[in-house]
């Protein structure tokens, strides 16, 4: 048996059966995600049967590439990690709410519910609470009463979701435009999901758009229809968008796993988009409290 410490702070160790890796040179090694991309020094420790040509113990350094990408097993340590790094941040977070914010079909429910799970925070979604309010489908407020309307009960239910704490607030793909929903939402801690637009059209195309009115209108497929109304959607709104706390880019989240393009992220990489939004949020508390973050 020979055990192989990464000697890298934060230590971290991983036992390796020789029996397993055999007379090949090469094995892999999980490595805490913090070492990222690029080279690590790691020191093999080995501890060998004694016989009289050999020490009983060996240590050697080597400089190996590290990379960070998924491999089978893979989402056990990742669930691992985004729960520590929940742990770590949750104490600074103070209960503040956290607001998701981005364009439709950019994950906000899906990454939204990961995070409240990993922070004992509650889940809710702004669209779904107007709709409880109302009566009705998001879809059918806006055919009734028209878009104004659905705005008002928007900015209404930020201002009551503002007084709360310890809610991971899902908000409607529009809340970001108009500037007093950001005075209720600048009570938590807002983060951007930045997803490619071929990316939203994409995940939209593949469910429909009828739950969706904004994007009732254009002509063409699923696809086509959805990306057209999106880019124009998005060129308003980016600004807005800019305006959060914390930003988590897909783009950016795909290439550290090594993917060509976004549309290889798939649901099931989700927890690595939790986990880099918790860090972005890590990221925007310290800028706020300066060096006292990590004295608590
Ligand atoms: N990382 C991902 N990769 C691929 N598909 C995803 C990913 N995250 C979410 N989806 C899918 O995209 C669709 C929209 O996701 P979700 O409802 O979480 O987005 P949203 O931002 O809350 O949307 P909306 O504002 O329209 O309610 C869902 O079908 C979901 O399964
Ligand atoms: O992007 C938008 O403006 C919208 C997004 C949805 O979440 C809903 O809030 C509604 O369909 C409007």
């Known amino acids: 048996m020979m055990d192989a410490i990464i000697a890298q702070r934060p230590q971290f160790s991983a036992w390796i059966d020789s029996n397993k890796v055999g007379r090949k040179s090469s094995c892999a090694i999980r490595v805490p995600r913090k070492l990222q991309e690029g080279r690590c020094h790691v020191l093999i420790s080995g501890h060998l049967e004694p016989t009289r040509n050999f020490n009983r113990h060996k240590s050697i350094s080597l400089e190996v590439p590290c990379s960070y990408r998924e491999f089978p097993g893979a989402p ?149 229809k959805a990306l057209t109304r999106l880019s124009n959607l998005l060129e308003e709104r980016s600004e807005a968008y800019a305006y959060a706390n914390a930003r988590v880019s897909l783009e950016e ?10 549309s290889h992220i798939s649901p099931t990489a989700i927890t690595a988009i939790a986990i880099e939004a918790l860090e972005q949020i890590e990221t925007s508390l310290r800028d706020e409290d300066g060096m006292a973050f990590g004295t608590l």
């Open 76 to 224: 056990k340590l990742e669930a691992l990690i985004l729960k520590n790094k929940s742990q770590e941040v949750e104490p600074y977070l103070s209960g503040r709410c956290i607001y998701l914010v981005g364009m439709m079909g950019s994950g906000k429910t899906t990454v939204g519910k990961i995070l409240s799970q990993v922070l004992n925070y509650n889940f809710c979604d702004s669209d779904t609470l107007v709709e409880e309010d109302v009566g009705t489908s998001v879809a059918d407020i806006f055919k009734l009463y028209g878009e104004g309307f659905f705005r008002e009960k928007e900015t209404e239910m930020l201002k009551r979701l503002s007084i709360m704490h310890r809610m991971v607030v899902s908000t409607g793909g529009g809340a970001v435009v108009r500037p007093v929903n950001w005075r209720h939402m600048q009570q938590g801690i807002s983060v951007w999901l930045d997803v490619p637009l071929e990316a939203l059209a994409q995940r939209i195309a593949a469910v429909g758009t009828h739950s969706r009115p904004l994007l009732h209108g254009e002509s063409g497929d699923a696809y086509t």
């Open 253 to 262: 989240i795909a290439a550290k796993l090594g993917y060509r393009d976004v």
